[in-house]
């Protein structure tokens, strides 16, 4: 994060895929990513736009999450920066409530592939429900600024999608895998309620023939090997699979706390329109349509942003809360 009225942002940081820009008191957000498996680049990146607090003999960086702790060694060897370590669920949820309320588009709902805004009221923000899916999830009952409760997680999450898709499709990558993902057809691997039924619904309880009865259950009773399969059709199971259960978890943790609103977060998203339909889905299904996911822009950026503003912790936040003016892509 850079503070520089001068530069273009283009100037400041040449352009980074889907990453994203704000301009801040007087200065600008930039939102950069960079994959576990680069942190080379990301060493070259920092140190090429010298982004540490202090100087070289006493160069400080905020950063969350388990890198913060995996990679400080590194950090100090390669860039002489010292790695300040900030609570993932602090960051995450700091993150959260600053987006929510500084960002005037920030969430959105979902539903068969349309997008449309949610006005947050910042007078009834609370208590809201933080799903967070990164490699695992990670759902917290958010109070208020600072307050909240990790009231629960699923270790099947984005990690496993990824994982469990690399292995069964020999895919290279997670947006080739994506990608794949929007060619499949489920139904030649899943096993429907048709299936099961003989072609018929089971209105009485509530589903129609093309509902999912068993992920992958199709593989049961077919002679038929991986290679049979078409990793499209199995990248699109596996999706459902983890989207659904994300989805369905999550209501079942808001009845249980009595919370109304869902926000998901985290990388696993990517503003993916089947992921987020499908956890939409299974949100209006189980709460019969009394309930909605949300999802927020700045997906997988809540804990770097947390971490961010713990470097001054009230005075920015504060700050920033009232004075951002909204102009990024
Ligand atoms: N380009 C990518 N490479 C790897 N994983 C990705 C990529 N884009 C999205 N993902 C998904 O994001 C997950 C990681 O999410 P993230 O919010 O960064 O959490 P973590 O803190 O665990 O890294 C991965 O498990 C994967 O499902
Ligand atoms: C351990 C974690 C908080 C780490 O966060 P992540 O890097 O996955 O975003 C997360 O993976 C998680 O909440 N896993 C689920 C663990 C569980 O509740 O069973």
Redesign the pocket.
Known sequence: MVNDKNKSTEESFGVFNDNRSFPILGGWLHFV?F??AKINECFEFVHSKQLYRGDNANAVIKAT???AYKFADLFKEKLGVVIEKEDEMDCLVAGANFLLKAIRHEAFTHKEGLKEFVQINHNDMYPYLLV?????VSMIKVDGDGKFQRVSGTNV???????LGRLLTKCK???EL?ELSKMGDNSAIDMLVGDIYGGLDYSKIGLTASTIASSFGKAISENKEIEDYRPEDISLSLLSMISYNIGQISYLIALQYGIKRIFF????I?GHAFTMDTVSFAIRFWSKGGAQAMFLRH??FL?ALGAFMSYEKHVLYDLMVDQLVETGK
Do not use: Q, V
């Open positions: 990513k994959e576990t999450g388990g890198g967070n899916i990164g490699s695992g999450g984005g990690g496993t999608y990824w994982g990558s997670f947006d994506l977060g985290g990388f696993f990517r997906e997988g804990g």
